[in-house]
């Protein structure tokens, strides 16, 4: 089991900057893929970054050039960088976790479970 608690959201004008951060615990030695995710009122929830075990960064088009992910291993957690807030960036942002573990069985199998925050409300007024 992991546990992801997001933090950093809040109401902000247009052009302003935020930071999210997300700390995980519990089995976190098993976690390869984490990221972002937001939902806005109305509409389905979508990826905003996705950051590998090995670095190997993803962003939706919309955030390339102001988002910028990044983590710490050795402190469990994923940061959430925004620049030049839009008021279309308004949602609720999810911090998203994936665990992998490979089996010892013939042919070995990986089993893949996926673990998400409560969410943390960023607003951008215009």
């Known amino acids: 089991q992991v546990q992801l608690v997001e933090s950093g959201g809040g109401l902000v004008q247009a052009g302003a900057s935020l930071r999210l951060s997300c700390l995980a615990s519990?089995?976190?030695?098993?976690?390869?893929?984490m990221g972002w995710y937001r939902q806005a009122p109305g509409k389905q929830r979508e990826s905003v970054a996705t950051?590998?075990?090995?670095?190997?960064?993803d962003y939706v088009d919309s955030v390339k050039g102001r988002f910028t992910i990044s983590r710490d291993n050795a402190k469990n957690s994923v940061y959430l960088q925004m620049n030049n807030l839009k008021p279309e960036d308004t949602a609720v942002y999810y911090c998203?976790?994936?665990?992998?573990?490979?089996?010892?069985?013939?042919?070995?199998?990986?089993?893949?479970?996926?673990?998400w925050g409560q969410g943390t409300q960023v607003t951008v007024s215009s």
């Open positions: 998203y976790g994936q665990t992998q573990i490979t089996t010892a069985a013939v042919p070995p199998r990986t089993i893949k479970l996926d673990y």
């Open positions: 519990g089995s976190t030695y098993y976690i390869a893929t």
């Open positions: 950051i590998s075990d090995t670095g190997t960064t």
